[in-house]
């Protein structure tokens, strides 16, 4: 059996997933081998207070999201604190429902609508929603951007006047990196990411190197990462290590050999010694 990016466990708009009866041989990722997930109360608790503090100084929040899943769960979610929250004020000048949220990804309003299109697939809370007539992946304050044009203006509106607003922007056709050109030398913006960043990508780069006053170079040009760089856990689309060995110890005949692949070398190692402590046999696969 072939895991696959396994999935977190209490993703808000599909069912866990579950572990079969039984495998002789089981290949499974590692990207999150070595560390654990915020529960999901901890993780909406801090993207709620990321947002309190972020919306202070009237900038641009950005979210850099996958299109599939990540960008939904995000949304699901969003929709859930300005709905709870609706009465009082961000600030003495911005109420909740005034906040302008924006997916600037032709690929992941495409697949939003997939996901609505499917809804009676979705987990038992979501539905609930739908029953209280909420639609947590289509609300007034939501909006899409699909044309480039319409992306770059959008851009140069937000580095101009930073008015207040929650963008959750596309890693593909340069359009995160647009955004990132032009707001990450302004202390008034945040970049949160969601996601896991690979090694010797810009994103880990900011990562690193912001919380620091660094730089990273775009596209040939240096920018000072002024902006406040934020990391979320939780909201990846790979189990963390409890979700992974739950997946296998939870097989009524256990498999003979676990393969670990997909992750850092320390990640690797990580999952592999966890293995070996309930008695499982696991090798890294090179």
Known sequence: MFSGDLGAPYAPLLPAPKAPYAADEVVIES??????????????????????????????????AFSIGRTQELLYELEAIIHRLRGPRIHQNLHWHELQIIVDSPLAAKFTQAYSELKGSWDNEAKQRLRQGRHPLSFSQLHTVDRHNQHLDLV?????????????AASGMCRIVNYLTALLADKAHQVVFVGYQARGTLGAAIQRFGPQGGYVD????????????????????????????????????????????????????????????????????S
């Open 31 to 64: 990207t999150y081998g070595d560390r654990l997930h915020d529960s999901r109360r901890q993780r909406i608790k801090r993207l709620e207070q990321v947002l309190l503090h972020s919306l202070q100084d009237n900038g641009t929040v950005l979210f850099p």
């Open 156 to 168: 140069l509106f937000l580095a101009r006047t930073k008015q207040p607003a929650i963008v959750i």
């Open 218 to 285: 775009i596209d040939g040009q240096r920018i000072t990462i002024s902006a406040e760089i934020i990391t979320l856990s939780g909201y990846s689309a790979h189990a963390d290590q409890a979700g992974l060995l739950n997946f296998v110890n939870r097989m009524v005949r256990k498999p003979q050999q676990v393969r670990i692949v997909h992750g850092d070398n320390e990640a690797k190692q990580t999952l592999q010694k966890a293995f070996l402590q309930y008695g499982i046999n696991a090798i890294i696969a």
